[in-house]
């Protein structure tokens, strides 16, 4: 711990630098999954990517500290061999503890343990001023509850202590994949029947087509005691894990017979999205003209998986062109936003996941309507159902941004949330009319964090999603016109392939991509 000790002091000297300059800043994790477009620079950064080490894991007390920048694969890695995983594991390795618990990130068994920041004991955190302090339930518990999923603008995230459970040795997932072809709400009555059903760990699910698709339940076993075939989905010539979905839906005859069943190696499904960044790889594939064949997915498996593939898309400025959007309803409104994600988007697949929302010790950016239809509710209708709307968007930036804002609407009118670490278009009016901004900046004058962005100025549309829309509502999104040269250049690098091009040629021969 000397070494992490040093290491936060430095950290909190430049910050508290910052403080007496009255200078605003911003934080250098050095990766990221977030979609948006990154404007940091030396100059206005701290940089705390150094933090990336596991301190130690505790077989007696189940659980794990670890710095900020550990992500999931070495948590895992380090975990696993005392037999015991962290509850939620979020789906790309690259996704950090930090990140995960700044950042609401919720699996496929959040519809048990909510999202990863309420598996978490306790933070270090530097304050806004340079201040190291420690947060928790029973220590400074506005600031533990307040940062969990507040994006880093209560201060910076230094050391967590996380909750782990046991599993039995050679642990594998025994996954089933029951096919639904009535309709999304069909699929809502499978989550249902299968959440209530302890021995099922881990549930998400599919969509196909509007009316089709496929929840995949995961009971966790051995492998020496498993019946079922082992399948990997990390070897370069497995199948993309949706792939083997569609295929076990067809063996089944899309639920007329049977389900399939695999045992699936624990590290192997915790991760099975990786590869094609479930199923974002193929549109890469169909953008660089390439078929879409296990040969070539070998080929092409060095760069499709999540880590290649945010570095490439960020340079190449495709994700301006790209809905990757996940918001979460009721399931009362399942269907709702299915069809309208059917008749503005038409894109699939489409991810579900259930996740268990709770409201005791609520953070403070929680959307206020949320809250108060929820709270009315009973039990069931605290479960919200994720949707993972990610492929190319609307043609031309007029249709592209009155998709996504209608989308955002829609989310609201259902009782919903969006999760933040994806572009966002609101107006500043529309953002805090959903998220308490009193209280959030009560805790950050609290907590000496006025030199942080806040959650709006930290996720508020770029210049680049603004345009198109009418005049005075492309002025109220974006941060100002652009000039003659950055117009002329932006359309430039959006003829294809330039931008993709540029992409792939930044991720070959340089590491970093996220600091100007």
């Known amino acids: 711990m000397d070494t992490h000790n040093e290491r936060v002091h430095q950290v909190s000297q430049k910050v508290k630098a910052f403080y007496e300059t ?37 077989r007696e007390t189940k659980t794990v500290i670890v710095e900020p920048n550990v992500p999931m694969d070495v948590l895992v890695g380090a975990t696993l061999p005392h037999g015991l995983i962290p509850p939620v594991v979020m789906e790309f390795p690259g996704i950090t503890a930090g990140g995960g618990y700044s950042g609401t990130s919720g699996e496929s068994r959040s519809y048990e343990y909510v999202f990863f920041e309420r598996t978490v004991n306790w933070v270090e955190i530097i304050l806004g001023n340079g201040e190291v302090v420690r947060a928790s339930a029973d220590e400074n518990e506005d600031l533990f509850y307040g940062a969990g999923s507040c994006f880093g603008t209560l201060g910076i995230t230094t050391l967590l202590e996380i909750r782990l459970i046991e599993v039995p040795p050679s642990p594998v997932v025994e996954l089933t994949y029951f096919p639904f072809s009535n309709g999304v709400q069909q699929g809502v009555k ?7 059903n302890s021995s099922y760990k881990y549930i998400d699910g599919i969509v196909f087509s509007k009316t089709a698709g496929v929840i995949c339940a995961g009971k966790i076993s051995s492998a020496e005691k498993t019946p079922y075939q082992l399948r990997t989905f990390s070897r370069p010539t497995d199948p993309w894990f949706y792939m083997r979905v569609e295929a076990a839906a067809r063996a089944s005859n899309w639920g007329q017979e049977s389900p399939i069943t695999d045992a699936v190696p624990l590290v192997d499904y915790f991760f099975r999205y990786d590869r094609g960044g479930f199923w974002v790889g193929k549109y890469a594939f169909e953008y660089l003209l390439l078929p879409q064949t296990k040969f ?33 309803v009721p399931y009362a409104g399942a269907r709702d936003l299915m069809e309208f994600v ?13 996740v268990r929302q709770t409201f005791s010790n609520t953070p403070a950016q929680v959307e206020q309507q949320q809250v108060k239809m929820l ?19 609307p043609k031309g930036k007029g249709p592209f941004l009155t998709f996504n804002r209608s989308l955002e609407s829609l989310v609201h009118k259902l009782g919903g949330k969006k999760w933040l670490y994806a572009r966002t278009y609101y107006t500043e009016e529309e953002f805090w009319k959903i998220y308490d901004k009193e209280k959030l900046d009560s805790l950050r004058e609290k907590y000496h964090a006025t030199n942080l ?51 792939l040629y930044h991720l070959l021969w340089n590491r970093d991509y996220l600091l100007q």
């Open 190 to 196: 499978l989550i249902q029947d299968l959440s209530s």
């Open 453 to 503: 962005p806040d959650i709006y100025q930290k996720v508020k549309p770029m210049v680049e999603d603004s345009v198109g829309g009418s005049g005075s509502e492309s002025a109220s999104l974006g941060k100002g016109r652009k000039s003659w040269g950055e117009w002329l250049a932006e359309r430039v690098w959006h003829q294809w392939p330039l931008g993709g091009l540029y992409g």
């Open 342 to 354: 059917d008749s503005s988007f038409g894109q699939y697949p489409i991810w579900l996941c259930p």
């Open 22 to 58: 009255k200078q605003p800043f911003s934080i250098y994790h050095g990766s990221t999954n977030s979609t948006r477009a990154s404007n940091k620079t030396k100059h206005n950064t701290v940089d705390i990517s150094h933090l990336n080490k596991v301190s130690a894991v505790n």
């Open 296 to 328: 070539m997915r070998w080929v092409m498996d060095g760069i499709t998986h999540t880590r290649t593939l945010y570095h490439a898309t960020h340079k190449s400025g495709l994700f301006r062109e790209y809905t990757i959007q996940d918001v979460a």
């Open 375 to 393: 709270s009315e509710r009973d039990n069931i209708q605290e479960k919200l159902l994720n949707f993972g709307i990610w492929g190319p968007g």
